[in-house]
């Protein structure tokens, strides 16, 4: 009987964290599309002042191409795992908490490239910042996903 509910708690165990840990593979130019598109939206600011509307058109194109990219990314995952739905196995929470930690040291380091040098250079900041932290994420959760692979059998 405790067999049964110990096979069966493991079998409830491995469907919450298929979503989290069956996925395609992120494609190699993952990182440095979305640091590119970082950057560009951080160059849309050059014409914050000198042209509203070339501004405005702009980051509606930039918003319009994240959509298309998430709708993409949606099929092709499937269920996506989103923070705040449903709770992630503890290694990948782990990840995630990283994550959203190192957000605010980001924002901070391209801020201050602003602020110092200008938008040029706070675009490059969050280009390579974006494009570096983004492909170090990828690896850590590939890692942390293999490891809950392991852990569930």
Do not use: C
């Not at 919450?16 to 160059?43: D, F, K, N, Q, S």
């Amino acid at each position: 009987m405790e067999s049964d509910a110990r096979e069966q708690l493991q079998i409830v165990e491995r469907a919450e964290a298929a979503p989290y840990i069956h996925y395609p593979r992120t494609p190699w130019w993952y990182p440095p599309v979305v640091g590119l598109w970082v950057a560009a939206m951080i160059t849309a600011f050059l014409w914050w002042r000198a042209n509203t509307a070339l501004f405005a058109a702009s980051v509606a194109i930039l918003l319009v191409l994240e959509g298309a990219f998430l709708a993409w990314m949606q099929r092709r995952h499937g269920a996506m795992p989103m923070p705040g739905r449903g709770t992630p196995p503890k290694e990948i929470g782990a990840v995630w908490r990283r994550y959203f930690m190192s957000l605010p040291v980001v924002i901070a380091v391209v801020g201050l490239a602003w602020w110092l040098i200008g938008v040029h250079a706070a675009a490059l900041t969050a280009f390579v910042v974006v494009t570096a932290g983004l492909a170090y994420y990828e690896r850590r959760y590939a890692a942390a996903a293999a490891k809950v692979r392991e852990r569930l059998g």
